[in-house]
């Protein structure tokens, strides 16, 4: 029940407090009090009904809206927001009466310690609006109101819970949800694709994906992101399905939580259907789907990040010697590599050449950085106009009269994510397999 406080302070004789346990998770509990969609639908005493005109939920921010009571009265209110801190706490005066309410919004695992406190501007005020207005009843029916609108939320809403492992680190994964390059790559299910992929990570930040059927057929996606904790937790609103009219249809928060354990990645994602209507009225009996396959392209995903180096290693048929000549002469090296305008094997040794595919080139600026005659050599590689450097490292074994060959491709994961995936892993295996296995060995052993 409302309790009434005396005590010795300057709030003695004016302030009203209620706590209460609510059975549903924070997220939850703070939507259903910031959306004006949900609030009008419980909030006041019993028979009350409420009309939104305005809430904007932020310091500063006004909340105007009618009271209409059981016998038809309308009750004018008018508040401004002084603090909204996200999931833990609400402060706002309301004006006429003038009082200050807080909200405090503890997280106790699935369920919400809310505590309420309302401190009037007088005492005299505050005997009044309880004497006249019941207030301390009206305060308990509203949180009635409210612990009975969550249970029928929660009842009647779509919900999904999914976990999965990943084997990578957190911050790698948290990497993929986050950078619109790698987020482009896997989200939506298998076949989708994602030609369109922006995203401010903060709160408040805006979403934009345009999801591409298999068929082609475009399906926007828009939403904002609601909570960011990095690399622990984001929460975030996604609107789909729009009609003619460009309103959405589909409505979903999602809140996705990232765990490290063992060096692994434990991620559970929550997603809560608050609204399906036409179109999108069988959206949610797919999302259980949906959200496995995007998962099974984010594994996918993740496992071409992981920062471990390219290996691969062939033996050739001819001795040391030959094999040494061929990666180092400029001359051989046209014959299977590429183009040199030339080349040494002296550390400090610059050089430069061009390659791509697809129609696309780059320009490859490397230098020599380690030489062992017939053991050993290394140089560094990167792209001109691009971020990031890697290293490319020749190791050669006799093993009887052949010659074993080690190729080591470090540092991939420092440069960019392209359109086009120009620089992802799988294009560096396919290119070094080709040129190890195929024309290396041919030009070595023809």
Known sequence: MAERKENNSDFAGRELSISRLLNAPVELVWEVFINPEHIKNWWGPNGFTNTIHKMEVKPGGAWEFIMHGPDGTNYPNKSVFKEVVLHRSIVFEHYAPNFITTINFIAEGEKTLIKWHMLFESKELFESVVKNHKADKGLEQNIEKLDAYLQQKQSNRPVLTITRIFNAPVKLVWKAWTDPGHM???????????????????PGGAIRIDMTFPDGTAHPMTGTFIEVDEPNKMSFRCFAFFDKAGKNQLEVINTVRFEET???????IHAEVIKAIGEAEVAPKGMNQGWNESLDRLEVETGNMINEPFVIERTFNAPIEKVWSAITNKGEMKQWYFDLTDFKPVVGFEFTFTGGNEGRTFVHLCKVTEVVPSAKLTYSWRYQGYEGISHVSWELFAEGNKTRLKLTHTGL???????????????????WTHIIGTSLQQCIEK
Do not use: M, Y
């Open 184 to 202: 482009a790559h896997w989200w939506g299910p298998k076949g989708f694709t994602n030609p369109v992929c922006e995203l401010d990570v903060k």
């Open 262 to 268: 063992e060096g692994k990645t434990k991620l559970t």
């Open 413 to 431: 994961e420092s440069f960019p994510v392209t359109a086009h995936r120009d620089f992802a892993r799988e294009n560096f295996a396919a290119g």
